[in-house]
Each structure stands twice: as C-alpha cells, then as structure tokens.
C-alpha cells in the first residue's frame, strides 16, 4: 500500500513565523502536491511538483514556497505565517500519467495565533 | 467560484435509506474520481470514471458519469452509518485535477 506521511497532525504557530511542513512517500511516486482544506471551499491547490526539483503553483501559492529536493519529499514553507493560513493541509502523491489516483496524507491541522 | 460544484452541501438521513449526491461542471473532464473523507484522514479513492455514460458499481455505491463528462452523481443503496463521511469528487483534464467542496453525509442509525 501507498503510504504518505505528513510530519505533524497538529501545529501552533505564532504570526511571522517560517513554518515548515513535510510530506514524505514511499511508492516513488513523481508527483506530489499540497492542498489547504477549509469548509465550504473544499480542497485548495497550492502548490505540486511533477519531479525532483521542479515545482509548478496551484491555485492559491500566495504565501508560500515549495521545495523538493529528494523525490519522496516535498516540503510546504510559509514564510511568514499570518492568521488567514490556519487550515488543514493535505499532502499528495501519484504516479505519472492521466487519470491516477491521489494518495493521500493524513494532513496536518495548523493553526497560527 | 467552485470549478466542481457539489449538491446538497450536507445530507443527514436514516439507516436504509437511499440517496443521491451530484457532482456538476461547465467543463468537460477527461475523467473524474469520487473520494471519500473520514474525521482525522486525507481522502481515499472510491472510483475513477473516464468514458461519458460509464456506470461503476461498488457494492451499494453506484457511480455514474454524465454523457457530456461534465457531471456525475453517486447513489448509495440502503445506507449505513460506516457510509458518513466527505465525499469529494476530483475532475481531471490536461494532467490537472480540481475537487469540489464536497457532500458531508451523515446516516444516523
């Protein structure tokens, strides 16, 4: 079985600080993505990365950066976070290739105080 | 403006009762996927639907995808309460996929 691990279920942070969020799989899977989760608005693109190294933005990338140095992680910076950015984050991950499934995280709750 | 608008937004109903959840775009899809969404998880594949007018089945969730690609709807027969959760539904086109806001059903036993 696929499996994608986010590095933290839940995370407080302060206003203004840099906040990392990690996305770890195991299946070699070259693309990966971040989405917030907030209700009523479903299921937001962030940011995805087709391979090492490359990233693309989604819908919302205001706020924040991507890096994917290694293809089994894929990392989520807020650079500076404000109080609009507290929500659920999701991670994903699927093969290449037209019509594959998702696979995804277990997310991460931040709030930001 | 959701790309995927999803109806009802919330639907509470009775063990053994049937219903139906929409999945509705403007746009046509190269294929869409239905997820499912429980407290505390990230969303899990039910079903991925690619030609217009497929029906897939899976146990008492039936899938169907709309003649134009552009819609689907979920019917599940005689619900129970292991069936509450988010449903999501996913449209694909260009290697790029959009989710809806989702259906939260809930099936009171």
């Known amino acids: 079985d696929v499996k994608v691990t986010q590095s933290s279920r839940y995370l407080v942070k302060r206003t203004g600080e840099k906040v990392f969020l990690e996305c770890v799989q195991d299946m070699d899977h070259e693309n990966m993505f971040w989405y917030r989760q907030d209700p009523g608005l479903g299921l937001r693109l962030i940011y995805f990365s087709y391979d090492v190294k490359m990233k693309e933005k989604g819908d919302i990338p205001e706020g924040y950066s991507v890096s994917r140095e290694k293809k089994e992680r894929f990392s989520l910076i807020l650079e500076s976070a404000s109080t609009n950015q507290t929500s659920m984050y999701l991670c994903?991950?699927?093969?290449?290739?037209?019509?594959?499934?998702?696979?995804f995280g277990d997310g991460t709750r931040l709030s930001i105080l | 403006t959701q790309l995927l608008e999803q109806s009802p937004q919330f639907l509470s109903i009775q063990e053994g009762e049937n219903l139906t959840v929409y999945c509705n775009s403007s746009?046509?899809?190269?294929?869409l996927q239905w997820y499912r969404q429980e407290p505390g998880e990230g969303p899990v594949l039910l079903v991925t639907?690619?030609?217009?007018?497929e029906v897939k089945k899976l146990k008492r969730l039936t899938f169907q995808f709309g003649d134009a690609r552009k819609d689907s709807s979920l019917h599940i027969t005689a619900a129970q309460p292991g069936d509450t959760g988010l449903y999501l539904c996913a449209g694909e086109k260009n290697n790029d996929m959009r989710f809806g806001a989702g259906t939260r059903l809930t099936v009171k036993p």
């Open positions: 994903a991950s699927r093969v290449y290739g037209s019509n594959q499934p998702q696979h």
């Open positions: 746009s046509v899809f190269s294929s």
């Open positions: 639907v690619v030609t217009g007018g």
